[in-house]
Each structure stands twice: as C-alpha cells, then as structure tokens.
C-alpha cells in the first residue's frame, strides 16, 4: 500500500465517519495498533471506499447489511452515522436491514434495528417507517 493510499484512506474516512471519530480512534492507536489503523486507511478507506465503481450511498448501504449479517454490532452506529453523512435516510437505512432479515435473519436485523433505532435517537434524527 502507498501512503497515497493512506492519505487518501484518512480523507475518505474523515468524509464518511466524521473527524471526531478519525481523531478518537487515532488518540486510541498504540504501537501495538498503529500496523491495523494504517491497514484500515490505506485497504478500507483508501483502495475500496475511494473506488469509483460504487458512489458512498451505495456502499454505505451495503456496509450496514454486511454489519448486520455479520453480526458485527459494535461497528453500526459509525456507518449509520456514516450513511446519514453519504446521503441514506432514516427510512433507506431501515430498508437495507428490513432486506437483511430475509437474507440474513431476523435476529441479526432485530439486533441492528435496536443499534440503529438508538445511533438516529442520538442524532437527533427523525426515525422514518419503512414503506409498504
């Protein structure tokens, strides 16, 4: 990986996540961590975030469902967070986990309806109903 590619990886993720979050997780990096926080810049946020292929909506979309299916509850608020930020509304983010259930199960989407439900509360966002 190129430190373009990091430099571009910390823009993108300054984009997506916000700067509190990119400045929480670097006061957080130890020489321990350092090695995986550059992994994440330069292979998440500066090769495949920044790829032309999909516009941030789309993967923002994308990313939530994977979370959820994954069961990866920890990592939901930040990309909701972060989808609100790439343009998702309340009502497209409760689609994408509503589409996650059939594919991926209910207790996972049951899990990341409650993890989101919160993060919009915290957001001061409107919840939306998603549409018939």
């Known amino acids: 990986m190129t430190n373009d590619n990091n430099d571009d990886g ?45 516009d941030r909506r789309t993967r923002s979309c994308v990313t939530l469902a994977l979370l959820a299916a994954l069961h990866c509850e920890s990592e939901i608020p930040m990309h909701v967070r972060g989808a609100l930020r790439n343009g998702v509304s309340p009502t497209e983010i409760a689609e994408v986990l509503l589409h996650t259930a059939v594919y991926a199960g209910v207790p996972a989407a049951n899990a990341a309806f409650t993890i989101a439900q919160q993060t919009l509360a915290e957001e001061g966002v409107e919840e939306a109903t998603p549409s018939a």
Do not use: I, K, M, Y
Not at 24 to 52: D, I
């Open 10 to 54: 910390l823009r993108v993720r300054r984009e997506v996540l916000g700067d509190d979050h990119v400045e929480r997780a670097a006061t957080a990096t130890t020489p321990f961590t350092a090695p995986f926080q550059e992994f994440v810049n330069t292979a998440a946020w500066g090769s495949v975030w920044n790829r032309a292929g999909l």
